[in-house]
């Protein structure tokens, strides 16, 4: 029973770390991709374009973090002809924060993992009667129940510090990504449509003046 613990704790431990690789590979690409991008748009704001938008935003369909906020923040320029740095934020944290939520999640899951697997040792060892080959068994039980805890806190640890590194790339990129929004989406989406009826209204005000 005990190699069982082993064998499937083990396991848990690697689906487990795949998935934070898989985190923390997903932020780095991102961010590497998309951040110089976006500084690059920053500084040269005062030349963008209609084209340079439209292009942005057709490049940002193959990645569907920045999709999804360039969306939101059409979506919700719309209704608002102006949105302060507060309000930005709040469109686009959700979405940034994922990572190191996910990254936060994982960590946990070792922290459970470990004092799971230790309950489980000592409960699954327990002699129903008290012969010398259970009583060993039993005893050899504590070693196991203390390398799963102790596994599962170093494991924690160093994903932890895998979140606090994407946490110091995230504020860079956040900081860029809001400054985007704010001096070059924003004015951009919230520029009103002319219909027909509001051109006649504007050429018949000229006229009259």
Known sequence: MILSLETLFAFLCLINGVYALYILKNAYSVMREWNPRIIQLNESVEGIDTKDIDSFESDSESTPLIFNIIRKVKS??????????????????????????SLSSSSNN???????????SLFSSIPDEPTSKKIEDFLGSFEFAFWTTIIG????????????????????FSYNLVLMVKTIL????????????NLGELVLSISKS
């Open 110 to 120: 070792y922290i459970m993992m470990g004092v799971l697997f230790t309950v489980l």
């Open 153 to 172: 806190l170093v494991l924690a640890l160093v994903v932890k510090f895998l979140e606090s590194l994407i946490r110091k790339n995230r504020e860079e």
């Open 76 to 101: 919700i320029t719309r209704k608002s002809s102006d949105l302060s740095v507060n309000e930005i934020h709040e469109v686009i944290d959700d979405d940034i924060m994922r990572w190191e939520v």
């Open 186 to 197: 924003v004015p951009s989406y919230s520029i009103p449509e002319v219909d027909d009826k």
